[in-house]
Nanobody, 127 residues
Framework: QLQVVESGGGLVQPGGSLRLSCAAS????????IGWFRQAPGKEREGVSC????????RYADSVKGRFTISRDNAKNTVYLQLNSLKPEDTAVYYC????????????????????WGQGTQVTVSS
C-alpha cells in the first residue's frame, strides 16, 4: 500500500520552531517530488514548499521564505519541513503529498498534480 504520513505538529508559541516529517510507505521517495500544503479554517489550501526528486528544485511560498526549510533524506524515505520563526498566521493543518515525477522538478501552485496525500498534522501557533 502506498501512503505518506505526516508527524511533528503541535502547539508552539510565536517565534518558536517545529519540524514536520513526511514518511513514505510502500514506495521510495526518489521517484517523487514532495510538496507541503496547508489549510487554515475558512481559507483555501495553499502550497507551502516542495522539493524535487533529486532535491535540485526547492520552492517556497512567499509567506514562508526565510523561515521554513524543506529537505529530504532518501535513506530514511522521509522529507522534512523545518518551521522557524512561527507566526500565528502559520496555524493550519499541514499536509504532505507525493507527485510521481520523471524530472527533477516540483510544482507548488497546483496540488492536483500530487498522487498521494497524508492525513495532515495540526500546527497551532499561539501565545
Amino acid at each position: 500500500q502506498l501512503q505518506v504520513v505526516e508527524s511533528g505538529g503541535g502547539l508552539v508559541q510565536p517565534g518558536g520552531s517545529l519540524r514536520l516529517s513526511c514518511a513514505a510507505s510502500g514506495f521510495t521517495l526518489t521517484n517523487y517530488a514532495i510538496g507541503w500544503f496547508r489549510q487554515a479554517p475558512g481559507k483555501e489550501r495553499e502550497g507551502v514548499s516542495c522539493i524535487s526528486t533529486r532535491g535540485g528544485r526547492l520552492r517556497y511560498a512567499d509567506s514562508v521564505k526565510g523561515r521554513f526549510t524543506i529537505s529530504r533524506d532518501n535513506a530514511k524515505n522521509t522529507v522534512y519541513l523545518q518551521l522557524n520563526s512561527l507566526k500565528p498566521e502559520d496555524t493550519a493543518v499541514y499536509y504532505c503529498a507525493a507527485d510521481r515525477q520523471l524530472f527533477d522538478i516540483c510544482v507548488l501552485s497546483d496540488g492536483n498534480s500530487y498522487d498521494y496525500w497524508g492525513q495532515g498534522t495540526q500546527v497551532t501557533v499561539s501565545s
